[in-house]
């Protein structure tokens, strides 16, 4: 996702962590902000073009080699690469905060914090860009060289679901105000929303690489059910995606928004008490 979207799955978060998991999260971030997961939810995408970052980069994506429109599917040891992948990062990070979220700050060296404070902020990334389609694809490179136009502008499809759906979802909302709406939706289960059923099969920091191939394969699917589901061709000869594709696709990225965003927070709270509710 872009900013807009990995800011709006911070602060969903936000509003489920426990004040427990809260405190220990601002003491690892060494923060006191009111956006405290927010602030720092874009950290790893300026990391990633930084010289000393540039091994990061594969950490925010899964490249499913499969064949879509005719089959969606993520396989682990055929798909996270030598480099790592979003799947391995995310059992890497939690791992890290699981060993050591609950030692006192006064008893950290400068090392020990930079090594925690790091792992924060790549699983509150990760988390999201496992949510979005095209981050566990790829074919064509994740859709970055599926050239598309978007009101009006030359794209490509990936840079579609990354940013500009969402921001025609936000509608002007800024990410806190977004989030709060999305928040809201959770809790009413608008849409059809089945907030129980976005926590069930595993989901336990016992075994991170089951719970994160759950979600990279539940996102994966949306690619042959949604995102691609007309095809490379059609998709590249539909016109402007900011009408109808955009139409008929939205709801997705809502869903994954949110989705990410609740499941970033319950995770954070099964870190630091071992409870989803905190
Ligand atoms: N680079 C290679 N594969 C990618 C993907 N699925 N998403 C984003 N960037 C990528
Ligand atoms: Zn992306
Ligand atoms: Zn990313």
């Known amino acids: 996702w872009g900013s807009l979207g990995h800011e709006t799955v911070a602060w969903i978060a936000q509003s489920y962590v426990s004040p427990a998991t809260e405190s220990t999260i601002k003491a690892l971030l060494e923060s006191n902000r009111t956006d405290y997961m927010a602030n720092v939810s874009t950290w790893a995408d300026s990391y990633r073009y930084t010289s000393e970052g540039r091994w990061t980069a594969p950490l925010h994506y899964i490249d499913a080699n499969d064949d879509p429109p005719s089959s969606c599917s993520v396989d682990y040891a055929r798909d996270c690469g030598d480099a790592g992948c979003s799947v391995s990062a995310i059992v890497n990070y939690t791992s890290i905060l699981l060993n050591g979220h609950h030692r006192p700050s006064s008893s950290r060296n400068a090392s020990s914090a930079a090594?925690?404070?790091?792992?924060?902020?790549?699983?509150?990334?990760?988390?999201?860009?496992?949510?979005?389609?095209?981050?566990?694809?790829?074919?064509?490179?994740?859709?970055?060289?599926?050239?598309?136009?978007?009101?009006?502008?030359?794209?490509?499809?990936?840079?579609?679901?990354?940013?500009?759906i969402v921001e025609q979802l936000a509608d002007g909302m800024d990410a806190h105000e977004f989030a709060e709406n999305l928040t809201k939706s959770i809790e009413a289960g608008d849409y059809g929303w089945n907030v129980n059923g976005w926590l069930s099969g595993v989901v336990s920091v016992n075994n991170t690489l089951a719970t994160a191939m759950e979600w990279a394969s539940e996102a994966n699917a949306f690619v042959c059910t949604d995102v691609l589901q007309e095809g490379v061709d059609a998709v590249e000869d539909d016109g402007d995606l900011s009408r109808s594709y955009y139409e008929a696709h939205y709801d997705v990225a809502r869903v994954q928004i949110a989705k990410a965003g609740y499941r970033l927070g319950i995770w954070l709270n099964l870190i630091v008490t071992g409870r989803m509710d905190g």
């Open 115 to 164: 090594v925690l404070k790091d792992a924060a902020r790549f699983i509150i990334h990760f988390i999201g860009d496992l949510h979005q389609p095209l981050h566990d694809e790829a074919l064509d490179v994740g859709g970055n060289t599926i050239n598309v136009t978007y009101d009006g502008e030359d794209t490509n499809l990936h840079h579609i679901w990354d940013t500009e």
